[in-house]
């Protein structure tokens, strides 16, 4: 956080974007939305957990329960694990807010997300879940989010939680509060209010996509896709799926690829050590400078523009290090090939194509962007047309195969080569889409 020197030459801290949205959005006058009648939907104000023994009774309520709705309100910015300030669970009795300001123990709420038995139902839930893995050494066990079910029913994706509760719910809810201080205290009604309807409203959300999912015959998929929030890797650091995103579409040549995964775990062990954020250590573009242009001694380091001096101090020679490690890095070592260069002709079929699946998915009421994207296009193409390579894996199994791997074929070979447009969609003549 930048500070500012008073006259008296000490630093002030400079208020942060968080605490001045904060200020802001109490200083605005808010009148709670109207609870429907809902029998999914709790109608009593959230109770506020601050003790061991009241969590230990809500979780064996949870448990009796069978499914819960849990969210979790936390600060990212300022740590290397983001903190949590709150815990929110319902059932489709009771709303609770379990206040890690207080003396409280989350453990039994890890519990339950990880019980096999007990149902956790979020809404892009990835974060929220994490903590298990990292508390208990074990994965989230039941899962039901409902943007990656909503994706599976015509839905866009990602689509935020506002407005499936308001497709759903008679209830439309602000979001004023998104950005604010989670570890103030007291905690005002209008935060606990606002914290509250996050999971209020979530066993009604899922009720309803659940018979969507039904009517349109995808629960099958939806399954499919849940159950990879389940998985415990998806929770690890990953240093070569790190390295890849931050190469981008076009990647790194294959060195500098190896030395980006070098360089990327030096700034996670780093981060941690230091208790910020990777991003804060050490911004993403100056990694993948130091990858693309290595720098061989400390005191070129100095040259660098934009990586900080305390950065170089103390860790300038491990720089360097991971530098030579990643140049020296064997090749089974080494990150997946950089993509083929495209040339205006392909360039144009892979856009053809990737526009074809796009339109053939949202036909099929499947949001595209769940199911693959332009790089795999891309990657089919040059497999196919140019023998480069491998067609992706991720289309060739489970559910993505089922709605798109002999459709995409077919297109590759010919064998559908007309089109007709009907209800904002191409469908194929076969009518499959």
């Given at each position: ?57 809500l979780a064996e309520a949870v ?188 990647g790194l040549p294959p060195r ?113 962007g769940l199911v693959t994207n ?60």
């Open positions: 956080m930048e500070e500012r020197k008073h006259r008296s030459g000490r630093r002030r801290r400079r208020p942060s974007r968080r605490s001045e949205s904060h200020d802001a959005a109490h200083a605005l006058a808010h009148t709670p939305s109207k609870i429907p009648d809902h029998p999914l939907v709790p109608q009593d104000p959230p109770a506020v957990i601050t003790s061991n023994d009241a969590l230990d009774e448990r009796a329960a069978g499914v819960f709705a849990y969210d979790t309100e936390f600060i990212g910015e300022e740590t290397y694990h983001p903190r949590i300030a709150l815990i929110q669970i319902a059932t489709r009795e009771r709303v609770s807010l379990i206040d890690l300001m207080a003396d409280v123990d989350p453990t039994p709420v890890w519990e339950l997300v990880a019980d096999a038995e007990v149902q956790t139902v979020v809404h892009a839930g990835e974060q929220d879940l994490e903590p298990v893995v990292r508390h208990l050494d074990r994965a989230p066990a039941n899962v039901f989010d409902t943007q990656v079910a909503a994706a599976f029913t015509g839905r866009p994706y990602p689509l935020a939680l506002d407005s499936l509760i308001g497709q759903f719910v008679d209830v439309s809810l602000s979001k004023s509060m998104t950005f604010t201080r989670w570890d103030a205290r007291p905690l005002s009604a209008d935060l606990a209010n606002y914290a509250a309807d996050d999971v209020r409203y979530l066993l009604a959300v899922q009720a309803g996509l659940e018979a969507d999912l039904a009517d349109r015959g995808t629960a099958g998929w939806a399954a499919e896709e849940l159950a990879t929030l389940t998985r415990r890797d998806r929770y690890r650091f990953d240093p070569d799926a790190r390295a890849t995103r931050l190469a981008g579409p076009r500098a690829m190896a030395t980006l995964r070098e360089l990327v775990i030096l700034r996670e062990r780093a981060a941690e050590a230091q208790d910020v954020p990777p991003r804060t250590f050490l911004v993403d573009n100056i990694l993948v400078r130091l990858a693309r242009d290595p720098v061989k001694s400390v005191e070129r380091l100095q040259d660098v523009r934009g990586l900080p001096a305390p950065v170089i101090r103390k860790y300038g020679q491990e720089i360097i290090d991971a530098t030579a490690r990643g140049r020296a890095a064997p090749l089974s070592r080494e990150s997946r090939p950089r993509p083929p260069s495209e040339g205006p002709a392909e360039r144009t079929c892979i856009a053809g194509l990737w526009s074809l699946t796009a339109s053939y998915c949202y036909g099929r009421g499947i949001d595209p332009r790089r795999e296009i891309a990657q089919l193409c040059f497999a196919r047309f140019r023998g480069v390579g491998e067609p992706p894996a991720r289309l060739a199994t489970g559910w993505r195969r089922e709605l798109l791997g002999d459709w995409i074929e077919r297109v590759i070979a010919g064998e559908v080569v007309e089109f007709r447009f009907a209800d904002e969609c191409l469908r194929t003549v076969d009518g499959q889409s």
